[in-house]
């Protein structure tokens, strides 16, 4: 600002310059010899070169400054919307669709560069220039400064009137392109149902559609903005005009002189010309308001912070339900309901129940993912509500049903957990997983692409990777959350067998979620849900021998089997 204060005040110099060579040479070229004529003129022009310079230089360092400080600004306001958003509990953030958050971020990113930049090259140097053109002006006389703010009064009334149509439309156009930009990145997540289902066609329909009605509220707000633009181009000219009209007349009454009417001529290029482009302001200015009041919106979301006193975990040695009961924001109805179990090391636990039971909510309420609405979770007997975060997440080992595997080499994929784990950590961890027919095709090793542009990995292999992330943090709770549901009969055996040897040889609190009941047999508890309750709990041979809900599953899977 410093900078465009200088530039703007020293390009204003350059008129002054012409109106002194007009006044005291041009324009009483007869009082003067020759030499005394150049010598003056000359001298005059150097001061305009030297002030020129001072501009230009200004100028740069101006641009240079600005870019630095708008590319700064804007990159800080994404990763503070992204840390906050990362931030947020897992419940809340669950319920928002990631292709319409990343939308407001980058919205809200190249708004805000883009009001910065034409705050301080368009706005911050106009208020300069008006303020350097009212002292003059005072100096010279003080109708000419009513006349000026007079015009600034006219055009800002005009431009402000205009301008808020356009602000309502941005409020549309922004909320719909945040569900256009959620709607398409779902198509592209799901393109395999899409495309397996012939359902391409259809897919193009539904974003077209919406596409098309982002493209009539652009085309609306188009209109509207030519409209600004022509009418407050029109309001600019003809005030512009006036003011030339009231300095010609002051000419003639001799109040100013030839020299001072050019002076202000071409202060009003300096003046009304940046108003012209007040318009391009003006949708740059609703634009970022609307994006702002979006990104507003999510930064006031809460998110997830430990109390001032919480109790950073030592290794867990052990975790209790305690009456807890949950509902989704979402659910009218409770997904658990007035749980109670306990979970100790060296020991293997088993969630298993119909689809719907609430088996893969207890794993979030477990892992610290959601919060109980009611009872008490207690970590080494800490409350929830007072262990740290982060020194309990950093004790897990998660395997999913769906393998989250980045594209990377296997090492890249490895070390995501333990940035600093060597070589030999890794393969060993691989070798535990049973990764032998992986690592016998992977050519380069560890080093070995694999996604886009490497090799391909089976289902069974993705697993294998993913158990051996998870045992690379050494974990002292290892989760495995229908980690075979999806993987062919051949291969769900061999993970099966896999899982069931780490939790005999891993000293830490094993937890199994499964519907195939062959995958977690050998568990030393296992509790089975139905309707978010757990409605029978013990071993194999004693849920068996109950003869309920556990033994009718387990009947069931026995004659599909035999099918």
């Known amino acids: 600002m410093v900078l465009a204060t200088i530039n703007q005040v020293f390009s204003m110099l350059d008129p002054w310059v012409g109106r002194n060579i007009l006044d005291k040479y041009l324009m009483k070229f007869d009082s003067y010899s020759q030499n005394e004529f150049l010598w003056g003129v000359g001298t005059w022009l150097m001061i305009g070169i030297g002030v020129a310079m001072v501009s230009r230089i200004a100028k740069n360092l101006q641009d240079y400054f600005l870019n630095v400080a708008i590319q700064k600004s804007g990159a800080e306001i994404f990763m503070e919307g992204v840390k906050h958003t990362l931030d947020m509990p897992y419940a809340l953030f669950e319920d928002t669709r990631s292709g319409e958050t990343l939308n407001i971020l980058q919205k809200v990113r190249a708004d805000t560069e883009k009001i910065l930049k034409l705050g301080i090259g368009l706005l911050y140097t106009s208020v300069v220039g008006v303020v350097f053109v ?51 990145t779902e198509s592209l997540r799901n393109i395999e149902l899409i495309k397996s289902l012939g359902l391409v066609a259809q897919e193009i329909k539904r974003i077209g559609r919406n596409t098309m009605s982002i493209l009539g509220l652009e085309l609306r707000k188009v209109k509207r903005v030519r409209t600004l633009e022509f009418t407050q181009g029109t309001i600019v000219n003809f005030m512009r005009n006036t003011i030339l009209l009231f300095l010609s007349w002051m000419v003639f009454t001799q109040k100013i002189t030839p020299g001072m009417y050019i002076q202000f001529l071409f202060y009003t290029f300096f003046i009304f010309n940046p108003l012209q482009q007040l318009g391009t302001f003006i949708q740059a200015y609703r634009e970022a ?20 006193d919480a109790v950073e975990l030592s290794e867990l040695e052990s975790i209790e339900f305690k009456n807890v009961s949950f509902k989704h924001n979402s659910s009218s109805q409770r997904a658990l309901s007035q749980i109670n179990v306990s979970l100790k090391r060296g020991k293997t636990v088993a969630f298993v129940g119909p689809s719907g039971s609430g088996k893969s909510t207890l794993v979030k309420l477990l892992i610290g993912l959601y919060k109980p609405v009611e009872g008490m979770i207690s970590y080494n007997n800490v409350s929830y509500d007072k262990v740290a975060k982060d020194s309990l997440r ?15 080499t296997i090492k890249e994929n490895l070390q995501y957990v333990a940035p600093d784990a060597s070589d030999e950590e890794l ?29 391909k990995v089976s289902g069974g292999e993705k697993q294998r990777i993913s158990i051996a992330r998870a045992l690379l943090r050494n974990p002292n709770l290892m989760v495995f959350d229908e980690a075979t549901s999806a993987l062919d009969s051949i291969t769900e055996a061999e993970i099966t067998e896999t899982i069931k040897h780490l939790s005999h040889k891993q000293n ?47 009947r069931q899977q026995i004659g599909e089997n035999r099918g």
């Open 508 to 554: 830490s609190i094993n937890v199994l979620v499964a519907h195939r009941l062959g995958t977690i047999m050998h568990a030393d508890t296992i509790y089975v849900l139905e309707k978010g309750e757990v409605v029978e709990e013990g071993n194999h041979d004693e849920l068996v021998d109950k003869k309920g809900l556990y033994y009718a599953m387990w």
């Open 427 to 455: 393969l060993k961890v691989l070798d535990k997983s049973a990764a032998h027919a992986l690592m016998e095709r992977a050519e380069e090793g560890l080093n070995t692409q694999i996604g886009e542009g490497g090799i």
């Open 289 to 308: 308001e609307v994006s702002l009041s979006k990104y507003d919106e999510l930064m006031k979301k809460p998110v997830e912070l430990d109390d001032s």
């Open 134 to 184: 009212f002292i003059v002006s005072i100096s010279i006389h003080w109708f000419i400064t009513v006349m000026f703010a007079l015009s600034m009064v006219v055009v800002a009334i005009s431009s402000s009137i205009l301008s808020r149509k356009i602000k309502n439309i941005q409020k549309t156009i922004v909320v719909e392109t945040a569900q256009l930009a959620g709607t398409t």
């Open 394 to 408: 950093k004790q897990l080992g998660v395997v999913a049903q769906e393998s989250q595997l980045f594209s990377g």
